[in-house]
């Protein structure tokens, strides 16, 4: 049961103590290690093939990463519920601290994935425990005030990730690409460890071993599908057809078993919920649409356009900005009004249009139209990224706050996985078809392998198959975004669908509301802090 104090005497919400800021640079730089740390690894992958071998199990360097991430994620969410949230979210830290460590260490192939897969299983810690952190810092309503900086923190790691990534490598080794994770993360263990201070919990409930331990052979299962099927392996393999037949058999029984385990990993009564249930679908279909977009444009962009494969994070510059300029300016008008349905629904419309747009680039597109195509599409992201997050937490109670933000960030993760292997089979069906009518057998020997061609392989081309194959590339992303934007339309239609529940802190009459079952918002008390020095949150709950 919740039992919620009330604020503190000189709580002030709008104006956070330095403290506070403290904490808030310290989870940002957490996150950034989260997001960034794919992005780094993707550019000193050749390096690292030269320097290891064992070329045949590259993908498995990210593919570990990825599955123990998803895996790990709701469990972690579900521990900081059960045991208090800033021991789980330093525990986090550490263990993906080591397996940076271990990582930059690693002597072959085989050790590197291992140590990535204990690198992921912290990973899946640090973005849930950054939403749910602030979760119980901020109440909904302030909350917004925070999304640029996190939309900030999204685009610096996309943008700066392979530059940055591809300066360590060449002055410093591939090793720093995992060891530079090491002083960003003390810093934020030490800010967070000295200056955060939320309740202390104690769960009576042992953790649910058995529903973990389901999900995550389910989760392992759909994402290794998306990964290796119609690269890897057909489709319609025996192989695949396992892993589907495994991943439904585990996830029905992990529903079954979550109705009557005593303390869930993922409480199913969170979806009764209609805002939570539409945020988490928006959630899948923002993360479908978002990594589908940023896999196909740069390949577009240096394949058709001729641009330079160096500063491919640049590339996507408008939809980034474009994407972190909308995000703060919703933020803003949400902490200010408290009305946040017209972002989703709008931001629905701008992504079902600027994907449709995307879809009509040729082989004769500018680049300023692609810039112009992509504004819109971030737009619309930027409307819908964090809002969705802010929408779910504000849909529960605090004590499901963790669950409710991991749930939230899996559904996402799940989305994009999706989106990557069906908007990429799509994608190399069409190249192959067009490469095949175009430039006839030579075309087909060209695509046979890979139908994404890096620019050394692009360049010793004749120009009749060079010629086809832009034109083939461009056939494919139309088809991919084509896709993309018939599936944004779920999200519209889940936008229209929402009920606007007033934010938990908005206004003076916020700690009698208690929207779709959900307990008022915490606050920070200025006047709870030890000394001056810490933050401190009113005792919200007991478990």
């Known amino acids: 049961m919740a039992d919620t104090a009330a604020p503190a005497q000189g709580a002030e919400v709008g104006k956070q103590p330095r403290s506070v800021r403290v904490v808030l640079l310290a989870l940002m730089i957490a996150m950034m290690l989260a997001m960034l740390d794919n992005m780094i690894i993707g550019t000193a992958m050749p390096t690292i093939v030269g320097d290891l071998g064992g070329l045949e199990h590259l993908s498995w360097v990210v593919t570990a990463y990825t599955l123990a991430t998803a895996a790990s994620t709701p469990i972690w969410g579900k521990l900081g519920d059960m045991y208090g949230r800033k021991g789980t979210f330093l525990t986090s830290i550490v263990i993906f601290l080591l397996g940076s460590a271990l990582s930059g260490m690693a002597q072959d192939m085989g050790q590197l994935i291992g140590f990535r897969a204990v690198q992921?299983?912290?990973?899946?810690?640090?973005?849930?425990?950054?939403?749910?952190?602030?979760?119980?810092?901020?109440?909904?309503?302030?909350?917004?005030?925070?999304?640029?900086?996190?939309a900030a923190v999204m685009a610096l790691a996309m943008i700066g990730g392979p530059l940055v990534g591809g300066t360590i490598t060449d002055h410093w080794g591939w090793r720093w690409a995992f060891y530079i994770n090491l002083p960003l993360g003390v810093v934020a263990l030490a800010a967070i460890g000295v200056v955060l201070h939320l309740p202390k919990k104690r769960a009576e409930a042992r953790v649910d071993y058995l529903g973990a331990a389901l999900l995550t052979v389910g989760i392992t299962a759909i994402v290794l599908v998306t990964t290796w099927g119609g690269t890897e392996y057909a489709w319609t393999s025996a192989r695949i057809m396992e892993l589907i037949g495994i991943g439904v058999a585990s996830l029905v029984g992990f529903v079954f078993w979550q109705t009557r385990a005593a303390e869930p990993i993922v409480p199913l009564h969170i979806f009764r919920s209609r805002n939570f249930t539409l945020m988490s679908l928006i959630g899948f279909i923002t993360g479908f649409v978002m990594f589908g977009a940023t896999l196909f444009l740069p390949l577009y962009q240096q394949s058709v356009q001729g641009a330079s494969a160096t500063n491919s994070g640049l590339l996507l510059l408008p939809m980034l900005g474009a994407m972190l300029v909308t995000s703060m300016v919703a933020g803003r008008v949400t902490t200010n009004t408290g009305r946040y349905k017209v972002f989703p629904v709008t931001g629905s419309v701008l992504m079902v249009g600027g994907l449709y747009l995307m879809s009509t680039m040729g082989t004769e597109t500018s680049r300023f139209t692609s810039g112009v195509f992509m504004a819109v599409v971030g737009l619309g992201m930027g409307c819908l990224m964090q809002i969705t997050m802010l929408v779910a937490q504000n849909s529960v109670e605090m004590k499901d706050m963790g669950v409710a933000s991991s749930s939230t960030t899996l559904f996402r993760t799940l989305g994009s996985s999706f989106g990557v292997a069906i908007m990429g089979a799509l994608f190399n069906s069409r190249v192959q078809d067009a490469m095949s009518e175009r430039a006839g057998a030579l075309g087909s020997k060209v695509t046979e392998q890979s139908a994404q061609l890096d620019a050394a392989s692009l360049a010793k081309l004749p120009a009749a198959a060079r010629e086809a194959y832009q034109y083939a590339v461009s056939d494919g992303t139309h088809a991919a975004f084509?896709?993309?934007?018939?599936?944004?339309?779920?999200?519209?239609?889940?936008?229209?669908?929402?009920?606007?529940?007033?934010?938990?802190?908005?206004?003076?009459?916020?700690?009698?509301?208690?929207?779709?079952?959900?307990?008022?918002?915490?606050?920070?008390?200025?006047?709870?802090?030890?000394?001056?020095?810490?933050?401190?949150?009113?005792?919200t709950e007991t478990v």
């Not at 109440?139 to 917004?144: A, D, K, S, V």
């Not at 009459?509 to 008022?520: I, M």
């Open 120 to 150: 992921g299983l912290g990973a899946g810690g640090l973005m849930v425990g950054v939403m749910a952190i602030i979760g119980d810092l901020i109440p909904p309503r302030e909350r917004g005030k925070y999304q640029g900086m996190m």
């Open 482 to 539: 084509l896709l993309g934007s018939v599936v944004a339309v779920l999200a519209l239609i889940a936008a229209v669908l929402i009920k606007e529940v007033p934010l938990k802190g908005a206004g003076p009459k916020a700690e009698d509301a208690s929207p779709e079952g959900a307990a008022p918002g915490a606050v920070v008390s200025d006047g709870a802090l030890s000394g001056g020095a810490g933050v401190k949150v009113p005792q």
